[in-house]
Each structure stands twice: as C-alpha cells, then as structure tokens.
Nanobody
Framework: EVQLQASGGGLVQAGGSLRLSCAAS????????IGWFRQAPGKEREGVSC????????YYADSVKGRFTISSDNAKNTVYLQMNSLKPEDTAVYYC?????????????????WGEGTQVTVSS
C-alpha cells in the first residue's frame, strides 16, 4: 500500500525557514515522480516543486525559485522541502504527492497518490 506521511509544518515569522518531510512507503522513490503542492484558503492548488523519477530533473514554481529546495534521501525513502525566506503568501496547506507529472523541469501536475497535508503559516 502506498502511503505518504508529511510533516514539518508550523508557524514561522516572515523571513524564517521550515523544512517539510514526506516519508514514502509502499514504493521506491525511483518508481514515481514525487513532489509538493500547496493550497491556500480560497485559492487553487498549486504545484510547488517536484523531482522527476525519469531523469532527476527538478521543477520549481516561479513563486518559490531561489527560496525553496527539494531533495530526496533514497535510503530513507523521504523527500524534503527546505523553505527559506518565507513570506506570508507562502501560507498554505502543503501536500506531498507521488506518481505525478514532472517533466523537463518545467511542467508539474497531476498526482495519483497523496499524503495528508501539513499546515504552514507565515506571519508578517
């Protein structure tokens, strides 16, 4: 059974940092592209970052480029999202997803498997 367990959310002041973790089970990180989406109240879900299982290319949304870094630890079967220089507009529920579209470092979408969200709140 595929499971994704996200953790690491919290309340932080603007300019601060958080690191989200997504522990995957039931599959290997080599099997599926994996990444993070977020959804703020009243807004559509947004793809934040992903790692392609095909070629390792990484996608970042323009809104987080230069501030967020996605990484993976295959030994732990865990994906991380290091979020620096956080802004109030980064406030959202962050979801880990796997078996998604993550192409050429420029396209992200879909998502067949989803974890529970973790709340990130950035105060001004």
């Amino acid at each position: 059974e595929v499971q994704l367990q996200a953790s690491g959310g919290g309340l932080v002041q603007a300019g601060g940092s958080l690191r989200l973790s997504c522990a995957a089970s039931g599959f290997s990180l080599d099997d599926y592209s994996i990444g993070w989406f977020r959804q703020a109240p009243g807004k559509e879900r947004e793809g934040v970052s992903c790692i392609s299982s095909a070629d390792g290319r990484i996608y970042y949304a323009d809104s987080v480029k230069g501030r967020f870094t996605i990484s993976s630890d295959n030994a732990k079967n865990t994906v991380y999202l290091q979020m620096n220089s956080l802004k109030p507009e980064d406030t959202a529920v962050y979801y880990c997803a796997a078996d998604l579209i993550c192409l050429f470092g420029t396209v992200m979408g879909g998502g067949h498997y989803w974890g529970e969200g973790t709340q990130v709140t950035v105060s001004s």
